[in-house]
């Protein structure tokens, strides 16, 4: 157990070491410089600068620099606000930045992966029923279309129609700002947990060991509760690495519609700015995050089903 | 020469190419062909509608700016005036656009890359999956979002950006096919043949992976869209004048008072959407069935 957890770790290390080098050179090895065209600046102040950001190095010491930053779990200072930590935007102490992207996420997969599985394997017991019917035509229509689209059109209805939910902003993060945003969220990220549960279920009720159960006399509830959810999860399990990352994503996608302090704007205000340091921190602690959980994924696989453990 | 084929009617002796049974397979699901058909209009009024109409999408009217949907401007009128019918239109060839050569460009990459790693296969392959596993790794917005800023903001670096983080799934899903075509006999028998390994990758394991490939592309395609359009969130779409459904619903979507703006480009982009996955699904039936 112990050897297998450091055996995965051991391998993210190089492939974040990686994503690190190919995103830096990219940003580096660029033409450009990130002060050309600002303000005019006389050649001393511009020398001081480049020094400051150590850009009068050569790229491998730049890149030492870099690395070296970042595993002190710095990730330098902002090439716009000169001076500014890309931490303190990043992570800053009130609420902002990461936090309100990690809020946004965590309140959205508290209701998909409930509402994901209980759809699925209702579907899944009651298969070509209508409400099995339903849920596959809910899950094509919102699989096929994006929190960009969905967004906006519940904006117009719920709270420019209707007046139920407020149009945009964070205000104290609390669930009256927040719904619409989550339900946008759960609306795109269900189908993903609906069809694997789905499919995963119908497997599992065809297999021989719930053919020994039944033969055996049991109940279906306990056939159901008992002998078939346990190994029905597995396979969901191993989407929800993937969905946790694309559902952080799709919530700053999300923020954008909605107008929320978190990743997405800092992102947008980077892109407009040229802020390389900052996309490119962003970008990093983004593989950071989806390296770090499908290593979790992975380890829950492992605790879950027996099979992988010889 | 006696052509067989035509001198058979009965159609259980005749024999039907591979191609031929599929798209009898396709066309048999109603709503996939409907919705085959449903984009091939859709195309084809995108390029049509903006020649034809009497409107112009980039000269402002600011005499009628904002009207709401009327029989003069059927989907009203944007800020500036201009007819969001024709905006509606073109914005839709320039969706379609950057979504049909990323997926071109997502297709060749992908094909190539797989292919030579599932062909060559050893240390190559692995060190060509491994890249792969660490591209993986990145978030695709930000991705895109920094190429963008890197390279300038343009149609091209667009689509480029788009196609340079999508052909991932592309390359796993060919390099598997082709480590499963690698030990079929004509592919041993052209081994032997001492063919050289690039002839045989594209004459014979290439058009042997098409079918994979075409199903695959259903979904490429409205990804694409979707990606594209997501980019316009965070202004790296398009340059005024010129637009896409992206910016358009993007427009709407901060002016909310004018309903028809967001209403009209949103439903254009959803059914195109729903149109694609009732097509990935008709080909994936038609192409294998279990």
Redesign the interface.
Known sequence: MILFIIKRLLLAIP??F??VL??FS??HL?PGDPFQGEKAMSPEVLKALRHQYHLDLPFWQQFFYYINNLMHGDFGQSYKFIGQSINELIFPDNMGGFWVTLNLSLYSMLIIIPVGIVLGVYAGLYKNSFLDKLVVTFN??F????T??T???L??LF??TFHIFP?SGYGDGGLYNLFLPVMVLALAYIPTICVVTRGSIIEVLNSNYIRTARAKGLSDRVIIFKHAIRPTLIPVISVLGPMF?SV??GA??TE??FALPGL?IL??N???N?D?NL??A??IF??F???IFNLLVDIMYFVLDPRIKK | MVKLDKLITDDKIRQKSFWQIVIIRFNSNKLARFSLFFIVILASLTVIIPLVSSYDYSMPDFVNSLEPPSIKHWFGTDGLGRDLFVRTFIGGRITFEIAFMATIAVMCIGIIYGAIAGFVGGIVDTLMMRFV???????????S???????GQSLFVSFVAIAAISWLDMARVVRGQTIGLRHKEFIEAAILYNLPRWAIIINHIIPNLLGVVIVYLALVV?NMI?LS??LS????GVMEPMTSW?VL??D??NN??A?WL??FP?LM??TT??A??NIA?GLRDALDPR
């Open positions: 492939t974040l990686f994503i190919i995103v990219l940003v660029t094509v229509i699989s096929a279309v994006p960009m689209v967004g906006p059109l904006v117009l709270a420019v149009a990352v952080l994503v700053i996608v954008q519609v997405g992102t947008t980077a892109a407009t040229r390389y996309i490119m962003i970008t983004g593989s995050l989806t390296i | 596993d660490i591209l993986y790794g990145i978030p695709f917005l930000f991705f979002i920094l190429l963008i800023t890197l390279f409205p979707v359009a997501v969130f965070f202004g790296l992206g619903i993007s709407g979507a909310m008072t309903w967001l209403l949103s982009m959803i959407l729903l694609f996955a699904n």
